[in-house]
């Protein structure tokens, strides 16, 4: 089971890396996207019988699963899965900072970890919310949701490996150097998407693709019929 979560873990890595580097609505994005999702759901899986408890395994299949199924469902819709999601990162989010006010002897920087990640999970839930009740999302607002959620997984991943191979870390190299590292990616995807022109970029560039144009003109077609 070990080695099953320590592979899985190491091609979540991967794909994950693969996804933030090739070009974004491309094939190889999408395949790395794929492949980095179906990493994750055997690295959580196994990673609940090794920590105790499901709660941080859950953490992380959250935001995996989220930023995989918002861009598989079409703009401006909702079902079930969103809200089930959403009760589901309720109930972490209230485990999180149930654990945080009531355990006892563990590090002020446990502490600290655990409570951003509560806090995290409920600002999740309240976006989760108000997705809803507009019925979804659409544009660079879905896109966006869709970056910060992946690479909100993937920073879980990063941080379960610094955290155990920060013994084998050179001197002058910080142990979290990718932590921080995934969090600046995070931030810049996210101001990228919603604060540039990136997203119109990239509407304008796969709506020029031939793939693009036979999906518009079967579209065209169906309707005729």
């Not at 910080?174 to 969090?183: G, K, N, V, W």
């Amino acid at each position: 089971m070990l080695t099953v979560h320590i592979v899985a873990g190491a091609f979540l890595l991967l794909f994950g890396i693969g996804a933030l580097s090739f070009a974004k609505g491309k094939a190889k994005h999408r395949w790395s996207g794929n492949l980095f999702f179906l990493s994750m759901l055997i690295m959580t899986g196994t990673a609940a019988f090794f920590n105790g408890g499901a709660t941080m395994a859950l953490l992380t299949f959250y935001y995996g699963a989220t930023a995989w199924a918002v861009v598989l469902r079409k703009e401006n819709s909702v079902g079930i899965f969103e809200v089930l999601s959403m009760c589901l990162i309720i109930y972490v989010s209230f485990s999180l900072f149930r654990f945080v006010y009531t355990a006892v002897d563990i590090p002020q920087t446990f502490i600290t970890i655990f409570t951003i990640h509560a806090s995290v999970a409920a600002l999740s839930a309240c976006l989760d919310l108000k997705m809803l009740l507009g019925g979804g999302l659409s544009g660079k607002h879905r896109i966006a949701r869709h970056t910060w959620r992946a690479c909100y997984a993937l920073l879980g991943a990063v941080m379960s490996f610094s955290a155990n191979t920060s013994d084998s870390w050179p001197d002058f190299i910080d142990s979290d150097a990718l932590i921080y590292l995934t969090i600046g990616i995070l931030f810049y995807w996210l101001i990228r998407v919603l604060f540039t022109g990136w997203y119109n970029q990239l509407i304008h560039r796969i709506g020029d693709s031939l793939l693009a144009r036979k999906v518009v003109d079967a579209k065209r077609l169906l309707n005729e019929k």
